[in-house]
């Protein structure tokens, strides 16, 4: 079962930075640890509705899932932007955070229709996190279980007209003005969704 966080959250403990810590700066796509990685037979199509969305605002689009091509409608609720202290406790290595701190943000995704998610869907695992125009790096490995959030190994049988929310953690520069959640898909070419978080916290 391709499952990476579930592989993750077994052999991660404590939060690895997945990254060369030159995300934040000036590359768009920052190196992660699966990104080297083989991708899975999966992928979505343009969203419906793409561009900038106000929080909680839903946008749609069809992503391929191990049992099929779901219509998602998505939506990015808040981004909950961690302390410094807070941070140090989530990573594995605080030197390597040095500057940054950790930012999840809870999105709730809806199955709209082409079929029932059997197990541990893969949709969230193209959330991003940007702050000030550039991407984020994944933290791996994170507790992504704070309130409300669910875990996608618990998430099975999922029909059309249900909800759940998942959450996903990026490490971004402290003290950034402006942080975005896009969700566009793998292999996306069209313009992703947008959520924009000013201040956020």
């Known amino acids: 079962m391709h499952k990476k966080t579930a592989l993750l959250r077994v052999a991660a403990p404590v939060a690895v930075l997945a990254l060369a810590l030159t995300a934040c700066g000036g590359n768009k796509k920052s190196a992660t640890a699966t990104d080297d990685a083989p991708?899975?037979?999966?992928?979505?199509?343009?969203?419906?509705?793409?561009?900038?969305?106000k929080a909680g605002q839903g946008g749609t689009g069809k992503f391929k899932e191990e049992s099929g091509t779901i219509t998602y409608e998505v939506a990015a609720q808040k981004v909950h932007v961690s302390t410094e202290a807070e941070t140090k406790k989530l990573v594995s290595d605080p030197k390597r955070a040095k500057g940054l701190v950790a930012a999840t943000a809870w999105v709730k995704y809806t199955n709209k229709g082409g079929g029932v998610v059997k197990e541990s869907p893969d949709v969230a695992d193209e959330s991003e996190i940007y702050a000030d125009g550039q991407r984020g790096g994944l933290l791996i490995g994170a507790a992504e279980d704070g309130p409300g959030c669910e875990d996608t190994l618990d998430i099975e049988n999922w029909k059309a007209g249900q909800s759940h929310t998942i959450c996903q953690t990026y490490m971004i520069p402290q003290g950034a003005k402006s942080v975005e959640v896009h969700w566009a898909g793998e292999g996306q070419s069209g313009s992703p969704l947008i959520w924009k978080f000013d201040n956020a916290g």
């Open 39 to 53: 991708k899975t037979e999966k992928g979505s199509s343009v969203p419906a509705d793409s561009g900038e969305l």
